[in-house]
Every structure is written in structure tokens, then in C-alpha cells.
């Protein structure tokens, strides 16, 4: 008993010595808290490295976010967290960590708070700076602030970790999961599954390609890398945007490390359209044809990927452009192409991270949403009233998820009605939150999005086909498809002519080497 009290003590008084911002009368932040040592200079393109807490340091001012996409706003020193409690806590509370470079509102961040729930934002390297060369330095972040976090917890009088985070520094987070000790997860159009075609090959090439146009291509790989440090921000992130324009139209190239995601209480999101570093609408004009819709598939099932490629193509062509309308209209082709790498890209993939989870006996929560960003959208100064019933709703789910470990109570209100876990219902049912805050329940989460990509496209894929040529592109980047190509696939008839698919059942049980059960 005696040391509880002196460790009681001691906690408090080193916490009393913390400087903090008084942000309303019942709400303290400490502002700017370093978690890792500052990835400049000789530590850029490194694991960060985890720092102590200095128990006497002044934490008032909000920290600048990690660079994105772009520099706008952003600094290259930017590992550091803040936390958001009530005043005079005396105990360990559940923590919200979120996971965000956005400039977000002191104010409505503050509106989270509670007795029984702290608020935390960290931001973490992203993009080229947070994975360059299938190296994933954003991941080290996210450990080392969990780990911050979690050393210093009877000082910081932080509980249980949910962390939350949104696309590229959800993709990152989830990566890292496997190697923090988090309770719940909140993951919003990014997990361990999005984004994972090709995620192995293109950051290498990319570096590649930085390298050379920066003049750091030199004999050995540490030699490049001291080059590339050299640098400075604006003179990397100009090549980057120049290289990264070879890479349209599939997002960036710059991707966390893929790794099995643990089975913890999960809320998976997804966004009902592309994310914006993919193409939109601003990037249609008149001069959009059916040969750079062709190009577009060609490089989302390459010849280089997938040994039935051509038949892989037929198939997209047929489910997403012949099934909705003209191929002559360029304005579908464009719009159906965004439909299929959002398929591609997020909604399968998230899919086949439900049902990992689920077959893990791991509780998941699934649900569809039309806000970009929501961290920003919803947390940022400003263009609240439109969006805010939306907000309001996401974060009464979010805040009690992170509290009571599941984001409804039972409960058969009408306007708050149960939200389920995958695998609990005798249906699965998935949240449609809309822009307004109302909720509908759906089930077949995009069937037959779902059912082409995970499994159709990998199942057909196996097949040993007759007639089949050999793929006579060697990359993606250098196929000029034609017309004929997918249209018209001559090899395929050919193998018609000579039994191919005009097989009896017997014959193709005795003729045609099955390498997938269908």
C-alpha cells in the first residue's frame, strides 16, 4: 500500500511539473511533446529513433504535420504527438491516437474530450519521406509514438489505445499494428490490404528514378541514400512530382510495407469514391480516348502480373463498360475506369481484410462513407455546419469504440440502432453513413466488386489455356494496347477452332489442366 502511494506521488508530481496550454476551463493539452529524435539531416530515409520525456518541458504551441503529398504547410521535423486530458486526472483513461498531418481545430478536438477519454494527435512521415525504396520509416513512427505513449503512461495517465487514421497514414498504421500494443483500431480508406498490386516493384523503381535525376545514382545503395540526404525539400519533392506524373492514373506510388494486421477490435472505413492524388473529374477533357482507357487497363492487370492477362482484361471490359453503356462515350470510359481502380485498390481489398479478421475470431466493423478526409473535413477550422451532423455521428461511434470497445450499445432505438460485428448477425451487415448523419444497414458489401476481384479474376488467372501466347510485354509502363487487343482476342478463337472452349465437361476434365478449383 505504501508503494502505491509513493509511486501515486511520484506520478503526480512529475505530471504537475509538465507545462501545459489551459485550453478551456476543464481541458489541458501538452502541445508538441517529442516522440522520436527529429528525422533530419542524417536521418532522413531512417527509422526514427524513440527520445524520454523530458518531465520538466513547456508543451504550448500545436507542432507542424509531416510532409505529404506535398511541402504546403508542412515541415520535415515533425515527430511529435499532443495530448489533449482533462485538468487534475488522476488516473489512467482510455486514449483516442490520432494519426494526422492536417492542421486540425484546437477546438473541436477539444470537444472530444471527456472524464473517461483522452485525445492524442501524432503525425507521421508519410509519402517519399515515410516509404522510399520498400522501405517503411512511417512505420517506426508509429510504433515509437505508441511506445512514447505507453512508457510514459503513469506520467501522461494513459489507458487503453485506440488509434485512428485516415489513407496513406492508415496504410502506415496498419502496417505497424503487429508491432505496438494497441487495444482498437479505427482505419479509414487505407489498411493492410489497399493498394498491395505492385506495392512490392513500383517504390523501387521510383527511387530509381529519383536517384538518377538528382544525380544520387551511385555505385552502392548507402552512397545514393548520403546523396539523397543531401538534398533539400524542395529540391527532392520537385523531382518526386515530376517522376510521380509517369505513375497516373494509380494514386502514389510511395506505399507502406504490407504485413499482417493483428485481430483487435477493428473499424474499418471506406471512402464511396477515389481518394484525390487519383484521378477526378478535373482530369477529363475532350481528349480523353478509348486508347487511353485501354492504356489504364492495360496497367491495371499487366501482362508482367498476371499470366492470363488478355482474358483478365475481356472480362473488366465487359463487366465495367459493356454492362453500363457505350464504349464510345469517353466521359463513361473515364468514370469507369476510376470505378475499377476503386475496386481494385479499396473496396476488395478491404473485403479480404474482413473476412482474415473474421476467420481470426477478431471483432470487425464495417461501414461506407461519402465525406473526403474526414479527419480534416471534420476536424479542421471551418466548413463544420454542413457536414456536421455526419461528423457528429462518426464521432458518437468512434469515441465510445474507443471507450466501451464497441462503437453501439445493444439496442433496437430507431435512431441509434445497433451496429453489429462481421459474422455476429446472421447477415453481414455494414453502416452507410451519409452526408446528412443518417445511417442505413446494408449487406453484400459491393458483391460483385467483391466476388470479380478476390475471386473470379485470381481463379481464372490459374487456368492453363489453350492457344495461350506468351505475354510480349515485359512492362506495364511501355504497353500500348490497341482496340484489338481485348476486343478481338484472336488466339482465343484459334483455341476455339481447335477445341478450346468449346469443350464438352468431359472433354475439359480431361483436356484442360485446372490449376484453380472453381
Known amino acids: 500500500m505504501l508503494n502505491f502511494v509513493i509511486l501515486f506521488l511520484l ?91 492536417e492542421k486540425l481545430s484546437e477546438k473541436k478536438l477539444t470537444g472530444l474530450v471527456s472524464s473517461s477519454l483522452n485525445v492524442a494527435v501524432a503525425s507521421i512521415r508519410t509519402a517519399v519521406l515515410g516509404s522510399f525504396d520498400n522501405a517503411s520509416y512511417g512505420v517506426s513512427d508509429v510504433v515509437n509514438a505508441v511506445k512514447f505513449l505507453k512508457d510514459n503512461a503513469d506520467v501522461l495517465n494513459v489507458g487503453g489505445i485506440t488509434v485512428w487514421a485516415e489513407s496513406f497514414e492508415a496504410e502506415t498504421v496498419a502496417s505497424a499494428l503487429s508491432g505496438t500494443e494497441v487495444e482498437r483500431a479505427i482505419l479509414v480508406n487505407g489498411n493492410a490490404k489497399t493498394r498491395t498490386v505492385g506495392r512490392e516493384r513500383f517504390p523501387a523503381r521510383i527511387a530509381h528514378k529519383i536517384a538518377a535525376d538528382l544525380e544520387c545514382d551511385l555505385p552502392s545503395v548507402s552512397q545514393s541514400m548520403d546523396c539523397l540526404r543531401t538534398k533539400s525539400l524542395t529540391e527532392l519533392y520537385a523531382t518526386v512530382q515530376k517522376v510521380s506524373a509517369s505513375f497516373y492514373p494509380f494514386g502514389s506510388p510511395f506505399r507502406a510495407s504490407t504485413s499482417n494486421q493483428p485481430s483487435i477490435p477493428t473499424i474499418l472505413g471506406v471512402f464511396k469514391q477515389l481518394p484525390n492524388e487519383y484521378p477526378n473529374d478535373s482530369n477529363f477533357d475532350e481528349h480523353y480516348t478509348y486508347t487511353d482507357f485501354k492504356r489504364a487497363l492495360a496497367g491495371l492487370l499487366p501482362d508482367s502480373l498476371y499470366r492470363n492477362a488478355p482474358l483478365l482484361r475481356k472480362l473488366v471490359l465487359h463487366q465495367y463498360v459493356y454492362t453500363q453503356g457505350d464504349k ?124 470479380l476481384w478476390n475471386h473470379l479474376l485470381p481463379a481464372l488467372d490459374q487456368l492453363e489455356l489453350k492457344g495461350r501466347r506468351d505475354a510480349i510485354f515485359k512492362e506495364e509502363t511501355q504497353l500500348l494496347p490497341t482496340e484489338l487487343e481485348d476486343d478481338e482476342q484472336d488466339w482465343h478463337r484459334r483455341a476455339a477452332n481447335i477445341g478450346g472452349f468449346d469443350f464438352s465437361e468431359e472433354d475439359a476434365l480431361n483436356d484442360l489442366p485446372f490449376h484453380a478449383e472453381l
Open 328 to 451: 464510345k462515350n469517353t466521359y463513361l470510359l473515364f468514370e469507369q475506369m476510376r470505378k475499377a481502380l476503386l475496386d481494385r485498390d479499396f473496396i476488395a481489398p478491404t473485403q479480404k481484410l474482413v473476412e482474415e479478421l473474421k476467420s481470426n475470431k477478431g471483432q470487425v466493423y464495417l461501414f461506407e462513407y461519402g465525406i473526403d478526409n474526414p479527419p480534416k473535413s471534420c476536424l479542421e477550422d471551418g466548413g463544420w455546419e454542413d457536414i456536421k451532423p455526419f461528423c457528429d455521428k462518426m464521432f458518437q461511434y468512434f469515441t465510445r469504440f474507443a471507450v466501451k470497445g464497441q462503437p453501439t450499445k445493444n439496442s433496437c432505438e430507431p435512431t441509434n440502432p445497433t451496429w453489429p460485428a462481421m459474422g455476429t448477425s446472421k447477415r453481414d451487415y455494414h453502416v452507410i453513413l451519409k452526408a446528412d448523419g443518417t445511417i442505413e444497414w446494408d449487406s453484400n458489401f459491393h458483391l460483385a466488386s467483391t466476388q
Open 11 to 101: 506520478c503526480f508530481t512529475i505530471s504537475s511539473a509538465l507545462k501545459g496550454k489551459e485550453i478551456s476551463d476543464n481541458v489541458i493539452g501538452y502541445l508538441g511533446v517529442p516522440y522520436a529524435k527529429p528525422p533530419l539531416k542524417d536521418m532522413r530515409f531512417k527509422d526514427s529513433e524513440a527520445v524520454s520525456l523530458d518531465g520538466i518541458g513547456s508543451y504550448t504551441k500545436w507542432p507542424t504535420g509531416c510532409p505529404g503529398l506535398s511541402t504546403d504547410g508542412r515541415a520535415e521535423d515533425c515527430l511529435y504527438l499532443s495530448l489533449l486530458q482533462t485538468k487534475n486526472i488522476a488516473k489512467k483513461v482510455n486514449t483516442l491516437l490520432i494519426f494526422s498531418n
